[in-house]
């Protein structure tokens, strides 16, 4: 099938959504995992969007999986949106004075930045939050490089 436009592609979207929720109900599926698209796709944030709905797995039947891998580079890519972000913030004294507000505007602005913990921490409290929110199973590489059940070298699954 060849999707041409992007109403196919939505309707086409909805189908395997509908197709997938059944297969999940009817346990066929006992087992999800993600990658970091789906938590780019969600603005890089863990409370919005489809990756904010993982969460419902920790009392889901089903499992939730995601490699070390994919959780590195979640985690990367929140760092950076938040260090972005810290830059911009950090940016509001210098065009708060251009624009003419007063020291005292400049002073809480500040003084609100200054009482964040560091983005090291934030990231970090933030990933085991989502991890103890949702349930998730963490598979190491050596889970799937090395001679595990469904990975078994020589094995076909």
């Known amino acids: 099938m060849s999707i041409t436009s992007p109403k196919e592609a939505k309707e086409s979207s909805a189908a395997t959504l509908a197709e997938l929720k059944k297969l999940i109900e009817s346990y066929k599926i006992n087992a999800i995992s993600v990658d970091t698209t789906t938590f780019d796709d969600s603005g890089k944030d863990y409370d919005k969007g489809i990756f904010s709905q993982l969460r419902q797995f ?4 089903q499992q939730l999986i995601i490699s070390e891998v994919v959780l590195k580079e979640i985690d990367r890519h929140y760092r950076e949106r938040l260090t972005k972000s810290n830059t911009r913030f950090s940016l509001v004294g210098n ?8 020291t005292e505007s400049i002073s809480i602005i500040e003084s609100e930045l200054s009482k964040l913990p560091p ?3 934030i ?3 933030r990933l085991q939050e989502f991890l103890s929110e949702s ?3 963490v598979l190491k590489p050596d889970d799937y490089i090395m001679n595990r059940p469904g990975f078994c070298r020589g094995s076909i699954v």
């Open 58 to 61: 920790k009392v889901h039947p």
């Open 119 to 121: 983005i090291d921490k």
């Open 135 to 137: 349930n998730a199973t």
């Open 95 to 102: 065009v708060c004075s251009l624009l003419g507000a007063t």
């Open 123 to 125: 990231c970090e409290v």
